[in-house]
């Protein structure tokens, strides 16, 4: 549907990442395993392929103003900024209707109309993409980091965005069927 991402044999508008998207840093604030007000996202709650995992969950308290900078909203992804050189980069996307925060290893990433939220999740855990992150990363007292900057420095294809959507509605599809046959499977066990 793309093409090759690494050659862009489809001559796909090429952008810098931070001219499609806006990026923030999360809140540094301690979290508590007490249930609190507000659940909040971490770099664990990512899993390796991009999915986002919510059963270990902290909890913080914010102030309104925080809860404006803070609170997560749909269609939104988290890019883990700090990790291991494997984990660097990592990128899930937040689809609930529920408030949550995000940590300070985190970078929240907000697509413009410019780009699908969808088609982005898999470019950036695309393995062409952690490639370029594996090698960008830098190590830093035994942890790799890339910060916001260093992201929206990165290239990336922009298809016309009727194209993503079409694929956006693939993957949805695609990810009811899932859903599906995960529910069926735990009747005929």
Do not use: C
């Amino acid at each position: 549907m793309f093409g090759d991402i690494k050659t862009n044999d489809k001559n796909w508008e090429i952008k810098k990442l931070g001219e499609v998207v806006q990026t923030q840093y999360g809140t540094s604030k301690k979290a508590t395993s007490i249930v609190g007000k507000f659940p909040i996202l971490r770099m664990n709650n990512i899993t390796y392929s991009g999915e986002m995992d919510y059963k270990d969950l902290k909890y913080i308290e914010l102030s309104d103003s925080e809860k404006e900078k803070f609170l997560l909203k749909k269609g939104e992804l988290l890019f883990n900024r700090t990790n291991s050189k494997e984990l660097v980069g990592k990128t899930g996307l937040f689809n609930l209707d529920i408030p949550m925060a995000f940590a300070g290893y985190l970078i929240r990433i907000k697509p413009s109309n410019l780009i699908h939220s969808k088609f982005l999740l898999f470019f950036m855990n695309s393995e062409f993409m952690k490639k370029l992150l594996y090698n960008k990363a830098k190590n830093i007292v035994g942890m790799a980091n890339i910060n916001a900057k260093e992201l929206e420095d990165f290239s990336i294809i922009l298809p016309p965005i009727e194209l993503q959507n079409k694929f956006a509605e693939r993957v949805e599809k695609i990810e009811k069927l899932k859903f599906f046959n995960n529910f069926i499977h735990k009747f005929f066990k």
